[in-house]
């Protein structure tokens, strides 16, 4: 009997298959076709902090007074965060799968309160999205590790639900980041946010929106940094995320030691049916190679566990350019 069940950040998922935090996950009506289509959890669309404070700066752009400016902000806060408690509540009501809220943010002050509530909505954990790309010449690796924990440890102290981290790949040294965030009490490890992707139009010379979507082959990153963390940060649960497009993908990330994996990309391509299309056929891989839980296979190959770690450190093609003209 194979058994699909996998622990992640404290909670029992009946599979891993999380739909990742998008547009997807904005609607409780639509949350509840993935719960149908045998989702392992939902983490909802990220409030942004950015959003409401543009939401605020709307709200003022025609008549201005300087006065009641807090008013305004709190106003925009206070709607847009009634808003999303609402899509907890409801996706609750509607779901019998664990419902992940998130918080994009890069600043823990003013989301205090907010985690509070929700977790009073009934939200299952708190995935906190934290969300700059470093470009300040003066900054240093240290800067960007202590606006983490600060964030984390904030949350942490208000909240007793599990929380989750969602991290970027473009930070110098993830292992040492994850252990810090362990340290400090982080439940979880979602690896990784995909960035917005800026392109050039070369005709109109102009800075616009590159590909939306991930693609199959920027699975490798998330492969490797899901082996490397698994096996030097033992103990913190991982959901590998970016450029998991099928089955297989999935396969592979728990192999190189993921809990669980969050697609979105593919989600969007193909629709709510890919889920119940990918569990069906990781049940006849697990058929064919004798495993009848994820737990015997999890981490199989992660750095920890294979002969030569050292593969998944390798960065250069010396083999490839060596034969080639
Ligand atoms: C249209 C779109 C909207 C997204 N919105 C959010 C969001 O609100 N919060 C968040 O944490 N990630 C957001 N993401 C990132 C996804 O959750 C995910 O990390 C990323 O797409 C990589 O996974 P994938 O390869 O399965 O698409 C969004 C992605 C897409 C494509």
Redesign the pocket.
């Known amino acids: 009997m194979i058994d699909l069940k996998t622990k992640y950040a404290g909670l029992t998922l009946r599979n891993p298959i999380i739909v990742?935090?998008?547009?997807?996950t904005i609607n409780p009506e639509r949350n509840k076709e993935y719960d149908k289509a045998g989702a392992g959890a939902i983490?909802l669309?990220?409030l942004?902090e950015e959003q409401i404070e543009m939401h605020g700066d709307q709200l003022m752009q025609n008549e201005y007074y300087p006065e009641a400016e807090d008013y305004i902000r709190a106003y925009a806060r206070t709607h847009q965060v009634n808003n999303y408690l609402e899509i907890i509540q409801k996706t609750k009501e509607l779901c019998s799968i664990p419902v992940i809220a998130?918080i994009?943010c890069y600043k823990a002050d003013s989301w205090i309160d907010f985690a509070k509530q929700i977790e009073l909505a009934g939200a299952d954990a708190l995935?906190l999205?934290v969300?700059f790309l470093e470009t300040e010449l003066t900054h240093n690796c240290e800067d960007i590790y202590n606006t983490y924990i600060r964030i984390l440890r904030q949350v942490k102290e208000a909240v007793s639900i599990p929380i989750i981290i969602?991290i970027g790949k473009f930070i110098g040294n993830i292992p040492a980041l994850v252990n810090i965030l362990k340290a400090n009490g982080a439940d979880g490890v979602?690896m990784?946010?995909?960035f917005y992707q800026p392109d050039i139009d070369i005709n109109s010379m102009q800075l616009v929106s590159g590909q939306?979507?991930?693609h199959h082959s920027?699975l490798s990153d998330t492969i490797r940094w899901t082996a490397v963390v698994a096996g030097k940060v033992p103990g913190i649960s991982i959901a590998s995320?970016?450029?998991?497009?099928d089955w297989e993908d999935v396969i592979k990330c728990i192999l190189a030691g993921a809990s669980a994996v969050?697609?979105?990309?593919?989600?969007?391509t193909h629709g709510a049916e890919i889920i119940s299309q990918v569990l069906t056929c990781m049940e006849e891989w697990m058929h064919q190679s004798n495993f009848e839980s994820i737990d015997e296979f999890r981490g199989k190959l992660s750095y920890a566990n294979i002969a030569n770690p050292a593969m998944y450190e390798r960065v250069q093609f010396m083999k490839y350019f060596a034969n080639r003209d």
């Open positions: 990742g935090s998008s547009g997807l983490v669309k990220s942004f998130s994009n995935e999205n969300f969602k979602v990784f946010n995909r939306v979507f991930s920027d995320s970016t450029g998991v497009h969050q697609m979105c990309s593919a989600i969007y």
